[in-house]
């Protein structure tokens, strides 16, 4: 069974790190977590970010957060990746776990747009 | 929503809007009712805002980003023929007693009821997206009780965020745990 003592330890290991992290950021997650967004099911969506970031060890160079409604309820779940040094964002559309296991595999490691799930596809 | 556990995600990011430094997240389950306490310390409601927030159509300038969530939270415990109360003070007359409390007591029996589904994950995504502000989350069965105090992870954490990926993951891992355990159990009555 899990005890809050465990924390001591993580904190240890961790303290390092983060000061490694200050000023880190290269890419940015956003998933959108309104009514609209919880609705469609961005709830699984994000914590797949959040779990699969941590399992490839990418904490230093991405972060995941959420965000409200940005008006575009249809089309939720919607997630963006903004990227250091990249004037345009990413906009994801209809998402889900499988999708943004994919996302992270080809884009966040790749550095390769999964052209077919963004809002500029979905929109055409 | 297709879980009571969305409404719960939703209903406490309002508390987040309204600047609250506690939120407190109570489940009481029995045989046949479920009960939802949402509770913040947050700026509240004046009078003519609260009579506002449970209709849907009722958007005024200052209303608008309240919108459906808490119609949407009436629905799904109505529809079990539950009762709902939200109760609210404002800061400006209540300095020191301000915040809202949301009570939903659904008859889990009614074959409306909607399934209380992941918890654990809405408790997860609050912490994640609000890392600063306080969760208190108790959920109590026939089977025993899961519970999460983020002062208590603070106070051994010191200045580390709660948003940490470890962080974020150890806490997932405990809910889940703690679940696994109250699913196993038996009734105690």
Not at chain 2, 65 to 91: M, N
Not at chain 2, 94 to 118: C, E, M, Q, R, W
Not at chain 2, 156 to 164: K, N, P, T, V, W
Request: proline residues 3%; aromatic residues 6%; glycine residues 8%.
């Amino acid at each position: 069974m899990k005890s809050l003592a465990e924390l001591q330890a993580i904190k240890e290991k961790m303290q390092n790190k983060v000061a490694l992290r200050e000023g880190s950021g290269e890419m940015r997650v956003v998933v959108g977590m309104a009514t609209c967004g919880i609705a469609a099911g961005a709830r699984p969506v994000l914590n797949t970010f959040v779990e699969e970031v941590a399992n490839a060890n990418l904490a230093g160079k991405v972060t995941v957060s959420q965000t409200g409604c940005i008006g575009i309820c249809q089309f939720e779940p919607v997630v963006e990746i903004y990227e250091a040094g990249k004037e345009e964002k990413t906009t994801y559309v209809k998402m889900t776990p499988d999708k943004a296991k994919r996302v992270v595999e080809e884009h966040i490691k790749g550095g390769k747009v999964v052209a077919e799930y963004t809002f500029a596809k979905e929109n055409a | 929503m297709k879980e009571i556990s969305l409404n719960i995600l939703d209903i406490a990011k309002n508390s987040v809007k309204a600047r609250a430094s506690l939120v407190t997240i109570l489940l009481e389950e029995s045989e046949d009712k479920l009960t939802l306490i949402i509770e913040d310390d947050g700026c509240g409601m004046k009078e003519d805002t609260l009579r506002g927030v449970c209709d849907p159509f009722y958007t005024t300038r200052t209303t608008r980003k309240v919108g459906l969530g808490i119609p949407l939270l009436k629905l799904s415990c109505e529809q079990t023929e539950g009762t709902f109360s939200i109760e609210s003070r404002d800061e400006e007359t209540y300095p020191d007693s301000h915040g809202t409390k949301v009570t939903a007591v659904f008859n889990k029996k009614h074959i409306d009821f909607t399934p209380l589904g992941d918890v654990a994950g809405s408790i997860v995504t609050l912490i994640q997206g609000d890392p600063d502000m306080d969760f208190l989350f108790r959920h109590t069965t026939p089977c025993g009780e899961v519970a999460l105090d983020t002062r208590e992870l603070r106070a051994q954490l010191g200045d580390i965020s709660l948003a940490e990926f470890e962080i974020i993951t150890w806490i997932s891992e405990y809910l889940k745990e703690q679940y696994e355990e109250i699913e196993n159990a038996s009734p105690t009555a």
